[in-house]
């Protein structure tokens, strides 16, 4: 190599260090901003009046849903609720946790889905949330994962939110509970992200599809806001059909917003780093239409949140290094203020930020490489529908059978 292409390959070094930092300063500054505007729930001044169905698709989590369903029978300032379980198929004993836990209580139902594969088109999460909207009679629909434990109040201060906002949907999300070191390096990313990265004033007051982002764990919609833009029926062969159901809602004129939910909701969504990597490897894919998109965003990433921190340790020079301290402490202390702010650990978690974001790549990676290889399953369930989505919409009235739980 000559010299002239040594000097060149550090003037582009440089630059890139410098870049990444500025990025990586700029993402947090953003954060600060949106921490201003994000809304959270509070406590409930009145009793919410209206009809609230909260409804539970649960495949296989007779090991998790007792703590969830002991916490929706304890929720405060609801005058008028149902809750609905969909046994979806289970091979576990989920329907007899139910029923030992809802007793005679009659504000619970248990719905037997069978175990039969969802029809052409769908995939299994949205046909279940169909079902369990078909048996609906509130005027609010919750949907809740079988692992999200809720505060008393949490429901109602959703209700109340979303009508205060004069919105048709809120996401709340819930704090991530992290044990492992797999979860701990995996699992922050979903609160520093959405909080870091969604400008909140967009999400909040548009009502173009491009500024959605929602959780599937806890969603509370206007009933008919959610059966007028076609509820899961629209998503019903989107692998991440949470985001795809607030932006089809706002498709058809609503207004929706994620919201901060540590405070009413918390989730431990896997215990192991098999789990990490099954759960995030099933859907990172369909986050991008296409394999370019995903390319470039792992590039920004690798040279926001990688090369910066790199070039901290290994450069010889000093002013690239304090450009890389500066790109590495200014993640840091986005990690921080929102693992304070969410109650998600802090330390040493948010000094390991490079290496979530190398983690996030490489399921990224490998969820496109099973995409590709037709090996993504979920549940003993295909992650693909198996037929283009309009092909479900004459399957959308077979109904479920529901019966008190008992």
Not at 104 to 111: E, K, Q, S, T
Not at 358 to 377: N, P, W
Request: proline share 7%.
């Amino acid at each position: 190599m000559s010299g002239s292409d040594r000097r060149l390959g550090r003037v582009l070094g440089r630059a890139s260090v410098r870049a990444g930092a500025l990025a990586s300063a700029a993402v947090t500054a953003h954060l600060a901003v949106n921490l201003t505007q994000a809304r959270q729930p509070v406590r409930p001044r009145i009793p919410v009046a209206e009809r609230v169905s909260v409804l539970i698709p649960a495949r296989d989590e007779a090991h998790r849903i007792g703590p969830t369903l002991t916490a929706l029978l304890r929720q405060e300032c609801l005058a008028d609720v149902e809750f609905i379980v969909l046994d979806d198929g289970s091979a576990d004993d989920t329907a007899d946790r139910v029923r030992a836990i809802a007793g005679d209580d009659p504000r619970v139902r248990l719905i037997h889905g069978g175990d039969e594969p969802p029809p052409d088109g769908w995939l299994g999460k949205p046909w279940a949330c169909h079902r369990l909207a078909s048996q609906a009679t509130g005027s609010v629909l919750v949907f809740l994962d079988a692992d999200v434990t809720l505060e008393p109040w949490a429901i109602a201060s959703c209700v109340q939110l979303m009508r205060e906002l004069g919105h048709q949907l809120v996401s709340p999300w819930p704090r991530q509970v992290c044990d492992s070191p797999a979860e701990r390096v995996t699992q922050p990313l979903l609160n520093w992200a959405w909080l870091s990265l969604m400008p909140m004033w967009l999400a909040m007051r548009s009502s173009n599809p491009l500024w959605s982002l929602a959780n599937g764990q806890f969603l509370v919609f206007d009933a008919q806001a959610y059966r007028a833009s076609g509820g899961h029926a629209a998503v019903c062969g989107k692998v991440i059909e949470d985001v795809t159901i607030m932006a089809n809602l706002k498709r058809h004129g609503y207004l929706s917003t994620p919201v901060i939910g540590a405070e009413i909701a918390s989730c431990r969504m896997y215990t192991s780093a098999r789990e990490v990597y099954e759960g995030y490897s099933k859907n990172l894919w369909s986050l991008f239409p296409s394999k370019a998109p995903a390319i470039t965003v792992a590039g920004l990433a690798t040279l926001v949140y990688f090369v910066p921190p790199a070039a901290a340790l290994v450069s010889r020079d000093p002013s690239v290094r304090r450009w890389g301290a500066l790109g590495y402490a200014s993640a840091a202390l986005g990690r921080v203020v929102i693992a304070r702010r969410v109650g998600e650990p802090a330390f040493p978690d948010a000094f390991a930020h490079p290496l979530s974001i190398m983690a996030f790549l490489g399921i990224l990676g490998a969820s496109i490489a099973r995409h590709d290889r037709g090996t993504l399953r979920w549940k003993g369930r295909p992650v693909e529908a198996t037929a283009l989505p309009a092909a479900a919409a004459a399957a959308a009235a077979a109904p479920a059978t529901a019966h008190r739980a008992r």
